[in-house]
């Protein structure tokens, strides 16, 4: 069966921090990997990943994926109190099927 | 900017009534997706619509149909609302291949009692 597990489950750091986010996976036909950010309303996108060892960056936040070891990070620096949110990732395998983790929750503190 | 619209941001419906959630989306897009959103359970598939009057059920159909009878618009229908349909609903869409980003809905968070 597919699935994608996401660590941890929930955290809090003071603003300024630096935090990363685990995604790992085991899925069929893997297509892509894709994060979202989602606050109090819909996901928002921040990354595509389709290929292992290219990092993608916006800003203070980055992501790259290994698809021989199944996981990808997502890292966030200099952390703001506008990053707060649940952060999501999905796994697309085969013809449709976006395979989304149970998501984490991330609380920074001013 | 593409935009994915739900009908209803709230809704309040009593068990057994027939209850229709809405998507409209206005960027041309061939896949749109419906979705229930459930603490400690993450995102799950109700149904997947490829095409005008196509579908396919996702990991949870039970209790569900839909309705795509034009292209930008996916209709989510609860046949006979349950307490435990109670949840958040997500409306996306996306170009084919999937693969690409999903664009969401700003979800129906829908309360049977």
């Known amino acids: 069966e597919d699935k994608v597990v996401q660590s941890p489950l929930s955290l809090v750091v003071h603003e300024g921090d630096t935090v990363t986010l685990n995604c790992s996976y085991e899925v069929t036909n893997f297509r892509s990997l894709l994060w979202y950010k989602q606050e109090k309303k819909a996901p928002t996108f921040l990354f595509m990943l389709t290929s292992s060892g290219i990092e993608k960056k916006s800003g203070r936040l980055s992501s790259i994926l290994d698809k021989k070891e199944l996981f990808s990070i997502l890292n966030i620096t200099a952390t703001q109190t506008g990053d707060s949110a649940v952060y999501l990732c999905?796994?697309?395998?085969?013809?449709?099927?976006?395979?989304f983790g149970t998501g984490t929750r991330l609380k920074v503190l001013a | 900017d593409v935009k994915v619209t739900q009908s209803s941001r709230y809704l309040v419906k009593r068990t057994g009534e027939k209850v229709f959630l809405e998507c409209v989306q206005d960027m041309d897009h061939e896949n749109m997706f419906w979705y229930r959103q459930d603490p400690g359970l993450g995102l799950r598939l109700i149904y997947f619509?490829?095409?005008?009057?196509?579908?396919e059920k996702g990991d949870i159909p039970e209790g569900y149909s839909v309705s795509r009878e034009k292209k930008e618009r996916f209709s989510l229908i609860l046949e006979s609302a349950s307490t435990n349909q109670t949840s958040m609903y997500l409306c996306?869409?996306?170009?084919?291949?999937?693969?690409?980003?999903?664009?969401f809905g700003q979800g129906t968070r829908l309360t049977v009692v």
């Open positions: 619509s490829y095409d005008v009057k196509m579908k």
């Open positions: 999905a796994v697309v395998s085969g013809t449709y099927k976006y395979i």
């Open positions: 996306a869409s996306s170009f084919p291949p999937v693969g690409t980003e999903a664009f």
